[in-house]
């Protein structure tokens, strides 16, 4: 099953400062194959279930190896069967209405 998710990792006390986590999650995501986008809020991933998920699982182990006591994980996500899932594709679909009136 072709999932598309936005993950949010939230480390607790560590400070304010969350780069250095944001960063390594990024790179735990490149790492498993997937295409992460980051944004000010997320980051969104696609890709199948067993492999977004287990990436989103070592991103979580991974801060909490960083010295993160405690981890809010936040997920949005959307699931196909009948094709691929593509944030691009979503997107172009909506511009499209949008310019059509």
Known sequence: MQASVMVSV????VGV?????????ERVLAQAGLNP???????????????????VRECV???HR???????????????????VSGENMLRSVKEK???G
């Open 10 to 13: 939230i480390p607790i006390g």
């Open 17 to 25: 400062s969350l780069s250095e986590y944001v960063a390594a999650c």
């Open 37 to 55: 986008q980051l944004h000010a809020h997320g980051t969104n991933v696609e890709g199948e279930w067993d492999v977004v998920f287990s990436a």
């Open 61 to 63: 182990a991974t801060v």
């Open 66 to 84: 960083m010295g993160a006591p405690r981890v809010s994980t936040h997920l949005k996500v959307s699931t196909r069967t009948d094709r691929p």
């Open 98 to 100: 949008l310019a059509s």
